[in-house]
């Protein structure tokens, strides 16, 4: 079996410790792993890339020309919407945050409120405005760029990311914020291990299934009420919080998926 897994060239050094143990897992499964990054074409014998980037378009024209990408385009254009997102949760009934476009200060309620850009990630195109000069101040740098507005929900800076494989949950780590709204690890938010209640579990299924994903996280907020709404999909979804709660190698966990998937075509 042979197969690329691919990143821009940035992403690829900042997650060189993840692909060198995809790789490694890999190579004991008898898989050919190899990096593909930027313009680099697939080899045409591949049986799957592992697409790790947030690029729809890219993603789509490989499938158009007879590769199997994981996760498939679509999963990767719904996650990287955050209005998509909310409108895919509406319609399987799962509790998300209100999530309406806004293109000026004219388009939101009453403040506080949350605004992002669609296609933002990692936390960092997202602010909590509470007066119409800070809205404003977000409409003028991100001018050009669709946004969106949602309540401020009070969840003490805290949210669940569950790891899904297919329809199985592979993990999920609870997140804290440290002195910010965002509960993003990356910005330097704590984690710890999280289990999921029967009813969370039934909840993110039915969001995968829908997708047809493969490999994504799925991010709530915890509400004081013990509840939670969807905030968030991720795809590609980073591991560094799987890796630190968990006992287990991610990698090992996603190449042997893929085997087995691969396998059973």
Same mark, same amino acid.
């Given at each position: 079996?042979?197969?690329?897994?691919?990143?821009?060239?940035?992403?690829?050094?900042?997650?060189?410790?993840?692909?060198?143990?995809?790789?490694?897992?890999?190579?004991?499964?008898?898989?050919?792993?190899?990096?593909?990054?930027?313009?680099?074409?697939?080899?045409?014998?591949?049986?799957?890339?592992?697409?790790?980037?947030?690029?729809?378009?890219?993603?789509?024209?490989?499938?158009?020309?007879?590769?199997?990408?994981?996760?498939?385009?679509?999963?990767?254009?719904?996650?990287?919407?955050?209005?998509?997102?909310?409108?895919?949760?509406?319609?399987?009934?799962?509790?998300?945050?209100?999530?309406?476009?806004?293109?000026?200060?004219?388009?939101?309620?009453?403040?506080?409120?949350?605004?992002?850009?669609?296609?933002?990630?990692?936390?960092?195109?997202?602010?909590?405005?509470?007066?119409?000069?800070?809205?404003?101040?977000?409409?003028? %740098?991100?001018? &050009?760029? @669709?946004?969106?507005? +949602?309540?401020?929900?009070? =969840?003490? $800076?805290?949210? *669940?990311?569950?790891?899904?494989?297919?329809?199985?949950?592979?993990?999920?780590?609870?997140?804290?914020?440290?002195?910010?709204?965002?509960?993003?690890?990356?910005?330097?938010?704590?984690?710890?291990?999280?289990?999921?209640?029967?009813?969370?579990?039934?909840?993110?299924?039915?969001?995968?299934?829908?997708?047809?994903?493969?490999?994504?996280?799925?991010?709530?907020?915890?509400?004081?009420?013990?509840?939670?709404?969807?905030?968030?999909?991720? %795809?590609?979804? &980073?591991? @560094?919080?799987?890796? +630190?709660?968990?006992?287990? =190698?991610? $990698?090992?966990? *996603?190449?042997?998926?893929?085997?087995?998937?691969?396998?059973?075509?």
């Amino acid at each position: 079996m042979k197969g690329h897994v691919y990143y821009s060239s940035a992403e690829a050094e900042r997650n060189r410790g993840f692909i060198d143990d995809l790789m490694n897992h890999a190579s004991r499964m008898d898989i050919a792993l190899t990096l593909l990054v930027d313009e680099k074409k697939p080899d045409v014998d591949t049986d799957f890339i592992l697409f790790r980037d947030r690029n729809p378009l890219l993603s789509a024209k490989w499938e158009s020309v007879g590769f199997r990408v994981i996760n498939r385009s679509e999963v990767n254009r719904i996650a990287n919407d955050k209005l998509k997102t909310f409108e895919l949760a509406s319609l399987l009934g799962v509790s998300a945050v209100p999530t309406q476009k806004a293109e000026n200060v004219s388009d939101l309620p009453s403040f506080p409120v949350v605004l992002k850009t669609v296609d933002g990630h990692g936390g960092n195109e997202v602010f909590l405005c509470h007066a119409t000069e800070e809205a404003e101040g977000f409409f003028a %740098d991100f001018e &050009g760029r @669709r946004t969106i507005v +949602q309540p401020f929900i009070e =969840s003490d $800076a805290t949210d *669940v990311r569950v790891f899904m494989l297919g329809e199985e949950v592979l993990g999920a780590v609870k997140r804290i914020g440290d002195d910010s709204f965002k509960s993003n690890f990356t910005l330097g938010g704590k984690v710890e291990r999280y289990t999921l209640s029967s009813w969370q579990e039934k909840e993110v299924r039915k969001l995968a299934r829908a997708l047809k994903s493969d490999y994504i996280g799925i991010d709530f907020l915890l509400l004081p009420d013990g509840g939670w709404m969807l905030n968030e999909i991720e %795809d590609p979804v &980073g591991a @560094r919080s799987l890796y +630190q709660t968990h006992n287990f =190698s991610v $990698a090992e966990k *996603v190449m042997q998926y893929l085997k087995r998937k691969l396998e059973d075509l």
